[in-house]
């Protein structure tokens, strides 16, 4: 086994790699880690905050070189704690199946459902040798729950996430490990993507007035609110209460349970 700092060895050090990193939840998540005196790591095409890898997570040719950072990461330190964020994500195209650029629809498949399984199937493997706590979690979406029209290939790519996380989860559970695995939906948050949204052609996107009246009304949640859950979120392991939640491996959750209205 990769031996793990014990309690009474110095200070905690933990690992938060987070990618995804370079804007809305993800950098403020890292930037919240590194105020945690965490190592932070983060992956994004743009420079992000923290020890950075830039890499284009749609194109599957980076995954080996971001799999085999993450596990140069892990084995270069006894850590306390190690955690993998992927939130990297993307809502382009928007549009009917059929009537958007093939192209795009391909980029939004790879990297919301595919990077999320093969990157999370290559963590799993590098930290299955640790001898203490890890936690793979996945940033979801509410449109994995529902069909939204106009988001096909996003709702189906956040959708084949949860799933993944449901069943790696229960095998992490059999397996009796150390690993937990977490989808986590952010809620509605006031980022970049849904500035992005909000500039749809109602033609492409009938929802659009909702997602204007959500900005109106002041009801988008605060990227920092949303990063702070996030934070103590990463904190747990599968059997822990966390508030009033029995968080169990696997676990398909929305955030906006764990901040206080």
Same mark, same amino acid.
């Given at each position: ?65 971001? &799999?085999?950072?993450?596990? $140069?990461?892990?084995? /270069?330190?006894? #850590?306390? +704690?190690? =955690?993998?964020?992927?939130? %990297? ?62 988001? &096909?290939?996003?709702?189906? $790519?956040?959708?084949? /996430?949860?799933? #993944?996380? +449901?069943? =790696?989860?229960?095998?992490? %559970? ?88």
């Amino acid at each position: 086994l990769r031996q793990c700092r014990r309690w009474w060895q110095t200070a905690q050090m933990q690992l938060t790699m987070i990618s995804g990193a370079s804007s809305g939840i993800g950098a403020a998540l890292a930037d919240r880690a590194l105020a945690a005196d965490h190592k932070v790591a983060t992956i994004s095409r743009r420079p992000g905050p923290g020890d950075h890898l830039a890499a284009d997570l749609s194109d599957p040719a980076s995954w080996p070189i971001v &799999s085999d950072w993450i596990d $140069g990461l892990v084995s /270069a330190e006894a #850590w306390d +704690r190690v =955690v993998f964020v992927h939130n %990297a994500g993307v809502i382009d195209p928007v549009g009917f199946a059929g009537h958007v650029d093939p192209a795009a629809y391909t980029t939004n498949v790879l990297l919301n459902s595919a990077s999320a399984q093969v990157l999370g199937e290559r963590f799993l493997g590098t930290v299955s040798n640790l001898d203490c706590p890890a936690q793979l979690m996945i940033i979801s979406s509410g449109a994995g729950k529902r069909p939204i029209l106009g988001w &096909s290939s996003y709702c189906a $790519g956040k959708a084949a /996430a949860d799933m #993944w996380v +449901r069943t =790696v989860g229960a095998e992490q %559970a059999a397996l009796e490990s150390k690993v937990t695995v977490l989808s986590v939906a952010p809620g509605v948050v006031d980022t970049a993507m849904q500035a992005s949204i909000r500039d749809s052609a109602e033609t492409e996107f009938p929802l659009i007035d909702q997602f204007k009246e959500l900005h109106a009304s002041g009801s988008l949640l605060a990227p920092g609110d949303v990063a702070e859950a996030l934070f103590v979120l990463a904190q747990a392991n599968a059997g822990d209460m966390h508030q009033d939640t029995h968080i169990e491996n696997g676990a398909v959750l929305d955030i906006r349970d764990f901040i206080d209205s």
